[in-house]
């Protein structure tokens, strides 16, 4: 894509490229667009907990080898639900609070906000 009539490309972002530049990306949602996001979202640290017990119970040969199936699922889903659940709640509910104004974490402040709320599940689950 080689800019006609002298006129410079510009991204999504409205930043001007360099004259006789090809734009890499086309359209808003290409195909590589799509790709880094869905992996992105697939590999979220957040969900790697869940990945990992998923892996022990259910592939591992000898972790779980006594465990009855109904016990392998309960295990999945409690750790779905405090590793998973949990935090994305939380910063469901502070964004409705307005401690924070993205869920996407930008800034230092918003992620010292999920710092201490995770040191509180921690304490809460510890002293019980």
Do not use: C
């Amino acid at each position: 894509m080689i800019p006609e009539d002298n006129k410079q490309l510009t991204t999504e972002d409205n930043i001007l490229l360099p004259p006789n530049t090809a734009a890499v990306v086309g359209s808003r949602w290409s195909f590589v667009k799509f790709t880094a996001h869905f992996i992105s979202y697939l590999f979220h640290p957040i969900f790697i907990p869940l990945y990992v017990v998923a892996f022990l119970v259910f592939i591992h040969p000898s972790y779980f080898s006594g465990f009855s199936m109904a016990a392998k699922k309960q295990t999945l889903l409690i750790v779905l639900i405090n590793a998973v659940l949990f935090p994305l709640f939380a910063v469901v509910l502070l964004k409705a609070v307005g401690f924070i104004q993205s869920i996407f974490l930008k800034t230092q402040k918003t992620e010292l906000y999920l710092t201490w709320l995770a040191v509180f599940f921690l304490l809460g689950i510890f002293s019980f």
